[in-house]
């Protein structure tokens, strides 16, 4: 037998489209449904069939069609319909016979010539939008980890390095002077002013929001810092990255969750210039004493910024793969990113986010170092190869999480740190044995009599937060802009 390939959607007949061009077509010749049957010799009844899309013919039947409106075959079955008016129907049309309309129980609308114009885009623009509200859902758990984990794929493939955002972030620090150094507030509103933007402190933004932006007055709306590890330059060039990237409302959880990775971005390639920071890193690099806390210090800046800005520069200018974790005290990995190919775990669906790291690696190791002054630097044998990396710990509302970049041993030279004693070996994620089993001794002591009462994560029962942007109340937002636009206030 011959295999054949398998019919794709592009293959099948579009019968609404071709019903609607036949019509026009012999309409465009003046000609009634029997005019048209006596030409192909076909009942009007069937032909009305047809028109309307309930009736497929056959290929002898399209060559006479084609004939007796002169037109080719191929112009008969073309993709594009014949007019504004002509595609609003066969949209229409689909539309009303699809399932998610057939689901609301609504009757259907006649479509024919008699129909205003206006009226049919009227229709048309309420069912779009109907459609696009019957699609839109909150993202549960499991596609907010396939998008975190597709993104961080992009990130990888590209060595977390975007150099268009890079060059965007030049431009701006150019137009407003900046030189060399820290980029104080002063700066940070230059480059708002520089925008066309305001800014104005308030103490009553919405709980759900880190700024408020108001697009008709050009107003960025921040707060004072409620934690110490809160950088108003951050969050306000965070926003201002929304307006200088051309971000629009986000449709789906995967473009809010790549929007925000790339106004994270933005906002660290102007905190942290790339000429200046990379030339700190060179320099570094050349006298082996790379450290993270450094880049910190040079660029007044938190440490977790410092270790995601060095992973978007250190492949591309220094040759360094490397991986960065956020690790909470109970194990769980928050954030991370690798291109040097260590081993996370992760689940089915690839994601990182949410799995437990091995006790033996540096990221948990560090919770236990009384020295909290200093990193803490380690290396550990893994089944994928040896890495260094140094860690740090930082305290949130939310517990104590670690902070820690690594590479693999061939890169340590490079570092301050490289001449640590400290060194673990780890089998996970493919050995179960090696911190995820209890040890033997201790098991045979407690196994059966020990009886933990878990603290309940009600987080894993629910759904994502609804909305274009997530965990956010719009209704909120709105009334606070409407109460600050208002004179006075």
């Known amino acids: 037998m011959v295999a054949t390939e398998p019919e794709t959607e592009d293959d099948v007949l579009d019968l609404i489209a071709l019903g609607r061009r036949v019509r026009h077509l012999r309409k465009k010749q003046g000609m009634t449904l029997d005019d048209l049957g006596e030409a192909v010799g076909t009942a009007p009844s069937q032909l009305s069939l047809l028109e309307n899309g309930r009736r497929e013919p056959k290929l002898s039947q399209l060559q006479q069609l084609a004939r007796a409106l002169g037109v080719s075959t191929d112009d008969l079955l073309g993709a594009e319909p014949p007019s504004k008016r002509a595609a609003l129907e066969i949209e229409l049309e689909k539309t009303q016979r699809g399932p998610l309309y057939a689901a609301l129980g609504l009757p259907t609308v006649r479509i024919s010539n008699r129909l205003p114009m206006d009226v049919l885009e009227s229709l048309v623009a309420l069912q779009r939008e109907l459609t696009r509200r019957l699609e839109e859902q909150a993202a549960t758990p499991e596609e907010a980890r396939r998008a975190n984990t597709e993104l961080r794929e992009e990130m990888k493939a590209r060595n977390n390095y975007y150099p268009e955002i890079e060059a965007q972030a030049v431009e701006l620090l150019d137009a407003v002077g900046y030189s060399s150094g820290p980029l104080g507030h002063h700066i940070a509103a230059r480059v708002a002013e520089h925008l066309g933007f305001s800014i104005r402190f308030v103490p009553n933004l919405p709980n759900s929001t880190r700024s408020v932006t108001d697009r008709h007055h050009r107003i960025i709306y921040l707060t004072q810092g409620r934690s110490r590890d809160w950088d108003a330059r951050s969050v306000l060039l965070q926003a201002l990255g929304h307006h200088v990237l051309g971000h629009t409302e986000p449709e789906d959880y995967s473009e809010f969750l790549r929007q925000r990775v790339y106004t994270n971005y933005f906002a660290a390639a102007l905190l942290m210039p790339e000429r200046t920071a990379v030339e700190h890193l060179v320099e570094a690099k050349g006298a082996k004493e790379l450290a993270i806390e450094d880049l910190r210090d040079a660029f007044a800046v938190s440490y977790e910024s410092a270790a995601h800005r060095f ?33 996370f775990p992760t689940d089915h669906s690839g994601a990182i986010e949410g799995q437990t790291v091995c006790r033996r690696w540096t990221s948990r190791e560090v919770f236990d170092v009384q020295d909290k002054f200093r990193s803490f630097n380690q290396y550990t044998d893994t089944p994928a190869g040896t890495y260094w990396c140094t860690a740090r710990t930082s305290a949130h509302s939310s517990g104590m999480y670690s902070l820690s970049i690594g590479v693999p ?77 208002q004179p006075g206030q």
């Not at 928050?334 to 040097?340: F, T």
């Not at 994560?457 to 009334?479: C, I, K, R, S």
Request: negative net charge; charged residues 20%; glycine residues 8%.
């Open 311 to 343: 992973t978007n520069l250190a492949t591309e200018h220094l040759g360094i793969t490397c991986h960065f974790q956020k690790v909470h005290e109970s194990g769980i990995i928050h954030k991370a990113y690798e291109n040097d190919g260590v081993s």
């Open 409 to 485: 041993f061939e890169h340590a030279k490079w570092f301050r740190g490289k001449d640590t004693q400290a060194r673990s070996v780890s089998g996970c994620p493919d050995d179960p044995g090696c911190c995820r089993t209890p040890p033997a001794e201790l098991a045979e002591v407690w196994a059966g009599a020990a009886w933990p009462a878990s603290r309940a994560n009600t987080h894993l029962l629910a759904a994502m937060p609804q909305g274009a942007f997530p965990g956010v109340d719009t209704t909120e937002v709105y009334q606070f802009l409407q109460h600050h636009s």
